[in-house]
């Protein structure tokens, strides 16, 4: 073989160790390199794409959040403009998860996990209220900084542990889904309770379709609907709008009580029917809200 006795004369014998190491690193971003698997039937509808709908779904986070960004603009112009962060990291949770499902990849399933960490991570920093900080944090800044070395050391261990990351996730997940209930038991606004029946009703359904995908694979088959994940996608896509608007309103109130926050929906606020956002009365801090 002369190319491989003409390499080791001029460049010596290759580093095995090196030549393992590449190996390795493009083994996980190989296609189906993930222990994960979906009901969806895979290159079914193309042989560049492991689940086509599954990743199709996904362009609805592009659509939603560039919404969601206008829609919350004027609150966010007068809280603090680091809001939009949830939602411009939310179109990150789209493309990573776009790029997972495409090529079934560990490196794509774990950018799909992080981004979701991330997003909850950035929505604890702007949104958390202050009231329930823990006695020895004094401001955002502080708790803001805490929630990031935390984030960051569940990044880092998701990839020597991955399971690390699910841990993370449901840690944050249900805490302010927790604190979140506590807020609503003291308010009294129609829109804003009808808002969260609504968010909630919308969460039991995203996530009865994932788990039913996940786990009822065999009935779906047979029935030959195996697309309930993709309607995940688009549920949870939904169901962030709504809830984002929630835990947004609740800090509105909190944060800029002045600003007399209010909710409306677009297209059509009359039905209740559509993305609900925040609108501010006024924006003079000299006028009280009783």
């Known amino acids: 073989k002369p190319f491989t006795i003409l390499y080791v004369k001029h460049f010596g014998v290759p580093d095995l160790e090196s030549v393992y190491s590449s190996k390795k690193m493009a083994d996980i971003f190989a296609y189906e390199s993930s222990d994960i698997d979906w009901c969806e039937d895979n290159y079914r509808h193309s042989e560049h794409v492991v689940e086509y709908f599954n990743t199709m779904s996904n362009f609805f986070f592009f659509i939603i959040s560039p919404i969601m960004l206008y829609l919350l603009h004027p609150y966010a112009k007068e809280r603090n403009l ?57 401001d955002r800044s502080t708790f803001s900084k805490l929630v990031l070395l935390i984030t960051v050391v569940a990044t880092v261990s998701s990839f020597v542990k991955p399971t690390a990351n699910a841990y993370a996730l449901n840690c944050f997940g249900l805490h302010f889904l927790y604190i979140l209930a506590v ?89 209740a029917v559509g993305f609900p956002y925040i609108v501010l009365k006024t924006t003079s801090k000299l006028q009280k809200r009783c």
């Open 183 to 271: 807020e609503m038991r003291r308010c009294t606004d129609q829109k804003a309770l009808r808002l969260a029946k609504q968010s909630m009703a919308l969460w039991v359904l995203a996530i009865s379709c994932w788990l039913s995908d996940r786990f009822s694979c065999s009935f779906w088959q047979k029935m030959n609907f195996c697309y309930l994940h993709s309607i995940w996608h688009i549920l949870i896509a939904v169901t962030a709008a709504h809830s984002s608007t929630l835990i947004a309103y609740i800090d509105a109130n909190s944060e800029i009580p002045y600003s007399l926050p209010g909710l409306q929906y677009w297209p059509c606020d009359k039905w």
């Open 82 to 138: 680091a809001i939009h962060l949830v939602w411009v990291m939310m179109i990150f949770v789209g493309l990573f998860s776009a790029y997972f499902h495409m090529t079934l990849s560990f490196v794509g399933q774990m950018l799909d996990e992080l981004s979701i960490l991330w997003v909850l991570a950035v929505g604890y920093m702007v949104w958390f209220p202050r009231k329930h900080f823990p006695s020895f944090i004094k």
